[in-house]
């Protein structure tokens, strides 16, 4: 069986490396990859480019497509593979707006009443700014569009809202993306991620998972594309688990076959514990980097199995499951990130590391693989308890040595003091 994987980062890394695992993974090609996926043969190709990847996909014969960034899908790569008969794991371009448009998840999740904080939509720059002078503070500026996860302000002083709304509307920071800008309420609580793998009908969540997006320790600085994950976590009970699945996981399913735009791949949903129940940060279409590396590190069951039976419709509960125990994933990134960074660093890992270490922002000179992106790579252990986990993480990270490499130093050290008290 011949797979291709779309992307580069450590996702399709952490991917690539449990699809290997089936025997029927005959051949896995990456596109475009990254010099460190040495599972995979990467193929030079633009994934934003549908015709040039259709024409590769159809000269490689290959037997079945994982897309998993959120551009491709946003532009219906899924659907295009699938019009010249490539089976493909993920949604057709109108269901992958569920994350493409913020507003037209949050109008779906207001039709349907999916708990969500409450908000506004604003295009124009002085009405956003009249309506942030009486909203409460800390308040939240998002991007309609993608952004890659760095579209979204937690404002805690009016001045900063105000400076988010124009940057958006007025400067185009993030081009058309912040063409429309929603304000939310801020809300309060633990956060939490949970993939789910969805068929159109049936809902499997995966393992819970705690994102780490601000760039810096004790979640300060700017907003990245994930600093760090730990899975599962602790705060996500059995109890609240029930709620997300009867309140927003099935609703939102449901809500989509509804609207006629049956959502087939991963559906991730971001959110917030609060104090009245859990409610909806927002949606993303594909699997989150980088929980997909912590959570698919406790992987007991086949991946490729499960995807293939999301394609095909007919996903099992059983078609996933874990093993006992937690994971941590530390994120190696260039200072700088998520603004400005040198390139080309040569990277070098010890003998000895006992990680797994998924490459994303690599390149190769000369032999030697260097740094070309703002996170680099990650490094996930697991353990049979948390505390293990994060040790091993970080143990495995002193082993990791680039110029100006930068990673926090407190991924799940917030939800070890949820377990420990």
């Not at 400076?163 to 958006?168: G, I, Y």
């Not at 730990?230 to 809500?255: G, K, Q, S, V």
């Not at 703002?374 to 082993?399: E, H, P, S």
Request: with cysteine; glycine share 10%.
């Amino acid at each position: 069986m011949k797979i291709l994987v779309i992307g580069s980062g450590g996702r399709e890394h952490a991917i690539i490396r449990q699809l290997k695992k089936n025997p029927l993974a005959e051949t896995i090609y990456a596109l475009p990859g990254n010099p460190g996926m040495t599972e995979a043969i990467c193929l030079k190709a633009d994934p934003m480019d549908i015709s040039q990847v259709v024409a590769m996909a159809t000269a490689k014969r290959v037997d079945f497509c994982i897309v998993t960034p959120d551009d491709p899908l946003a532009i219906g790569l899924v659907d295009a593979l699938e019009l010249h008969n490539i089976p493909c794991f993920g949604p057709g371009q109108k269901a992958a707006m569920i994350e493409s448009s913020k507003l037209l998840a949050k109008q779906l999740m207001q039709l349907y009443r999916i708990p969500t904080a409450a908000w506004q939509a604003f295009t124009n720059t002085e009405e956003a700014i009249e309506y942030l002078r009486q909203q409460p503070l800390p308040v939240v500026v998002k991007a309609d569009g993608l952004a890659k996860g760095k579209g979204v302000v937690v404002a805690k002083t009016l001045p900063e809202a105000e400076t988010a709304v124009r940057d958006m509307l007025d400067k185009r920071v993030f081009g058309d993306s912040g063409a429309t800008v929603i304000i939310e309420e801020c809300l309060e609580g633990q956060e939490v991620s949970v993939m789910c793998l969805v068929d159109r009908y049936t809902v499997v969540p995966l393992l819970s998972a705690m994102d780490h997006k601000r760039a810096l320790d004790g979640d300060n600085g700017p907003n990245t594309g994930g600093m760090g994950a730990i899975a599962p976590c602790p705060f996500y009970t059995e109890e609240i688990a029930d709620i997300c699945m009867r309140d927003i996981f099935l609703p939102t399913a449901h809500a989509m076959m509804q609207e006629r735009v049956p959502f087939s791949g991963c559906l991730f949903f971001g959110l917030m514990l609060t104090k009245d129940g859990p409610k909806v940060l927002e949606y993303n279409a594909r699997f989150g980097d980088p929980e997909t590396q912590a959570v698919l590190s406790l992987l007991s069951s086949d991946l490729l199995e499960a995807l293939g039976a999301v394609r095909d419709g007919n996903l099992l509960p059983e078609h996933i499951t874990f093993k006992p125990g937690y994971a941590c994933c530390v994120v190696a990134a260039s200072q700088g990130y998520p603004g400005e960074f040198e390139k080309g660093l040569p990277i070098t890992i010890e003998e000895g590391i006992e990680a797994a270490v998924h490459m994303a922002g690599v390149a190769e000179e000369g032999g030697q693989l260097v740094t070309s992106g703002g996170r680099v790579l990650g490094v996930t252990a697991t353990g049979d308890t948390l505390r293990a986990a994060i040790d091993k993480a970080y143990q495995a990270m002193d082993k990791v040595h680039f110029n100006n490499k930068y990673c926090r130093g407190d991924i799940g050290k917030q939800a070890l003091r949820g377990l420990e008290g």
